[in-house]
Nanobody, 122 residues
Framework: VQLQASGGGLVQAGGSLRLSCAAS????????MGWFRQAPGKEREFVAA????????YYASSVQDRFIISRDSAKNSVHLQMNSLKPEDTAVYYC????????????????WGKGTLVTVSS
């Protein structure tokens, strides 16, 4: 599976950004998809995930009620709508897929996209 993420940028605190990730190849249609992020000097952490059925979603507590993950099966893409952004959301965001189980740790991911930088200024 190949993943191509886009949509990062610079935004002021309280603002919004929408990340997108297009998947192609392999078993992309049946894969669970999600987002992780890595801030400078910190480990990569789970942000959100959505099952292949486009119904079941998972969120880290730090983004619950602010971020919304969605999936477009026709375009085989996943989106992350990020609202009420905070400076602590600043990180490189990575799109990811997983197989049998939804990945909420980096170890469960079977394919990574190149990251896209999100910077939230205070």
């Amino acid at each position: 599976v190949q993943l191509q993420a886009s949509g990062g940028g610079l935004v002021q605190a309280g603002g919004s950004l929408r990340l997108s990730c297009a998947a192609s190849g392999g078993t992309a249609m049946q894969a669970h998809m999600g987002w992780f992020r890595q801030a400078p000097g910190k480990e990569r952490e789970f942000v959100a995930a959505i099952k292949w059925n486009r119904i079941t979603t998972y969120y880290a507590s730090s983004v619950q009620d602010r971020f919304i993950i969605s999936r477009d099966s026709a375009k085989n893409s996943v989106h992350l709508q990020m609202n009420s952004l905070k400076p602590e959301d600043t990180a490189v965001y990575y799109c990811a897929t997983s197989g049998a189980d939804v990945a909420t740790t980096p170890g469960g991911v079977n394919a990574w996209g190149k990251g896209t930088l999100v910077t939230v200024s205070s």
